[in-house]
């Protein structure tokens, strides 16, 4: 393993999971729970691009949520009104979300961060506010008035992926494997990005501004581009949400939608490069228990957030590597000659 | 001429109603560096505790806007003392505050709907009637609202300008290490800081509420416009806030009357992100308030 590179042991380690994640609809017949994990792996992956942008690049980003509606909203505006496949509206979705954030992010990214946080969270409202108050019919299907934007109700019923012909019953494991597809190119995305080219110049960046400016870095040109390479993937994601649910509408960009996605990131640790997978899922588990509590979802997740902002600010991932790192110092102690070696890989792991 | 009285009148009491509820966010983002996104729910709860107060117990309007406002102050307090005390020195504190304040805001705002609905409530605390002024009718609840805002606000400023209190703030906003050297107890100005902005939200809650009714999520719409004018203004300039917020309402009110009520918002934030690519510390910021 110590020929191998940070990033190629990330890649590996990529494969593993996800070869894991395909195995398992073999296991799994219950179509709920399938259904669960379906929810999980695209939450994942929208949380693994925020962390890319907010963790590592440093763009708190309230609005990532509107990029996950852009590609939704092709799909179901896309397969509604031209009746298009997914196959192809889905691309269509992606591109156009990251269209939305160079356009946003050429205006906002310059400010400082608490100015971005509160542009991309008021523009998001702001197109919620507009989509919901239409009142123009667009088209009247069957006497029902549909806005151009769907209006409050959203868009619903349009073609899926077309597995229920292909595979009968078994059509959820069909959409099972596009969304592990969609989460895989979001994945492999978020380590080449945290662990390649780009993430050394946000490391620098965040190292020393002024040192990595001299050196010719150009901080708005890499935060604009990392924000419009998450919001394709983010995009991806939602189209595939919209082909999967066969929804699009405005309650996606709800508040409690939004707070859920940032719990994923910060319970699984921002900063990390596996720790929106691990929040995902534990977020998906406490909302399962918490569904059965009475539906004390929203109080559950703000609780949370709140207490692993203030006890865990690492996260699951940060005390997992502090509990490893402590494992690891008290072998080293038995074994001084690998002491050495174990300390120096630790370090640099730290400083990832 | 109607037109353009109705308006100013218009223009006015939104704008009285919005500076209410940015001028505390100004405030604490200037003192502290802290963004509560939480600020809506003090509107919400401070609403709430007057709707409670006078619909159950029947209290007269004024008691049930003391207990509103006192409510918005507890609120305030509880916040800082079960949480933001803990973080003030943690790294990022300004990203982390935004995400525990977030996380703060729905579960407050998922109690109040299990507590009282989802159906939107009058608020029962209300004024009625209505006088004319050169043919256009002016309520006396607007009347009501400009005059408790500027109150309020005017409270504030001298609050901020005259006494030792308001020097501790301003001192610590300025400089929070040298504010300590010359004896300011910054912790306790922070305290001081989220309760004013309690007051005020809680106060601008129950007035929003007047006009718009009750409902759990009745603080996000207003906590958006205090975002956008904060950001206008500059974040962290009080006086910016204040005056940015006038401008706004009247420029609402007038997009409303001639364009259409749901394009107020949209054009605002335009224009704001129009006057952000030009001055990008915003109109009354001061360079060296915020580093961008």
């Not at chain 1, 156009?96 to 523009?123: D, E, H, N």
């Not at chain 2, 003391?66 to 949480?83: D, E, K, N, P, R």
Request: charged letters at 10%; one cysteine or more.
């Amino acid at each position: 393993m110590s020929q191998l590179s940070e990033i190629q042991r990330h890649l590996v380690a990529a494969v593993l999971f996800i070869a894991a994640m395909a195995t398992l609809p073999y296991f799994v017949s219950e179509r709920y729970l399938l259904g669960q994990i379906i929810v999980f792996m695209l939450w994942a992956s929208v949380a693994t691009q925020w962390n890319v942008l907010t963790g590592h690049a440093g763009v708190f980003s309230l609005g990532q949520m509107l990029f996950f509606s852009v590609g939704s909203y092709t799909v179901g505006m896309a397969g509604t009104y031209l009746g298009t496949s997914p196959w192809i509206s889905m691309p269509v979705g992606a591109v156009l979300s990251a269209v939305a954030a160079l356009l946003i992010g050429i205006a906002c990214l310059r400010l400082a961060s608490a100015y971005v946080a509160l542009l991309t969270f008021a523009i998001v409202f702001m197109v919620q506010a507009l989509i919901v108050t239409d009142p123009n019919c667009f088209t009247n299907n069957g006497g029902v008035c549909l806005p151009l934007f769907g209006g409050g109700n959203g868009f619903s019923g349009f073609a899926d992926f077309g597995f229920r012909k292909l595979l009968k019953g078994d059509w959820i494991v069909g959409n099972y494997f596009v969304i592990l597809a969609s989460l895989t190119l979001s994945l492999f995305a978020s380590i080449i990005v945290i662990h390649g080219r780009l993430g050394l110049a946000f490391r620098a960046l965040n190292d020393s501004q002024l040192y990595a400016a001299s050196r010719g870095l150009n901080r708005t040109r890499f935060r604009v581009t990392v924000f419009v390479i998450t919001a394709f993937f983010t995009g991806l994601s939602g189209s595939v949400y919209a082909a999967h649910f066969r929804f699009a509408g405005p309650s996606l960009f709800e508040m409690p939608t939004l707070v859920l996605i940032l719990a994923m990131v910060i319970v699984g640790g921002l900063r990390s490069t596996w720790g929106p997978i691990l929040g995902a899922a534990a977020m998906m588990v406490l909302v399962e228990i918490a569904k059965g509590m009475g539906d004390v979802r929203n109080t559950a997740v703000g609780v949370v957030l709140v207490l692993f902002v203030l006890l865990f600010p690492k996260g699951i991932a940060g005390a997992a590597g502090r509990t490893l790192r402590m494992f690891r110092a008290q072998r080293s102690a038995e074994r001084p000659e690998i002491a050495e070696r174990r300390f120096d890989a630790t370090k640099t792991e730290i400083a990832r | 001429m109607d037109a353009a009285i109705q308006i100013i009148i218009t223009g006015l009491t939104l704008g009285a109603m919005y500076a209410l509820a940015s001028v505390g966010l100004a405030l604490t983002y200037g003192t502290m560096g802290m963004f509560n996104m939480a600020h809506g729910m003090f509107m919400t709860i401070g609403a709430y505790a007057s709707y409670s107060l006078s619909s159950a117990f029947g209290a007269p309007l004024p008691l049930a806007l003391v207990a509103g406002i006192c409510a918005g102050a507890i609120s305030g307090s509880l916040l800082h003392l079960l949480i933001v005390r803990f973080m003030l020195h943690t790294e990022d504190f300004q990203t982390t505050i935004m995400v525990a304040t977030a996380g703060v805001a729905i579960a407050l705002q998922d109690l109040i709907l299990k507590r009282y609905g989802a159906y939107p409530f009058k608020q029962p605390a209300q004024i009625e009637g209505s006088f004319r002024l050169a043919g256009t009718a002016i309520s006396y609840q607007s009347i009501v609202i400009v005059a408790m805002a500027a109150l309020l606000i005017g409270a504030l400023a001298w609050l901020l300008t005259y006494t030792k209190f308001g020097l501790a703030i301003r001192a610590t906003a300025m400089n929070q290490d040298a504010a300590k050297l010359m004896g300011v107890r910054t912790e306790r100005t922070y305290l001081q800081v989220i309760v004013i902005a309690g007051v005020l939200a809680s106060a601008a809650g129950i007035l929003i509420s007047s006009l718009a009714g009750l409902s759990p999520a009745m603080g996000t719409d207003p906590l958006i416009r205090a975002f956008i004018i904060c950001v206008v203004a500059g974040l962290g300039s009080v006086t910016g806030a204040g005056l940015a917020a006038i401008m706004m309402g009247l420029f609402e009110a007038a997009i409303s009357y001639y364009i259409g009520a749901r394009f107020g918002l949209p054009v605002m934030l335009g224009l704001v992100v129009l006057i952000l690519i030009f001055r990008p510390a915003g109109l009354f910021g001061r360079m060296e308030v915020v580093r961008s």
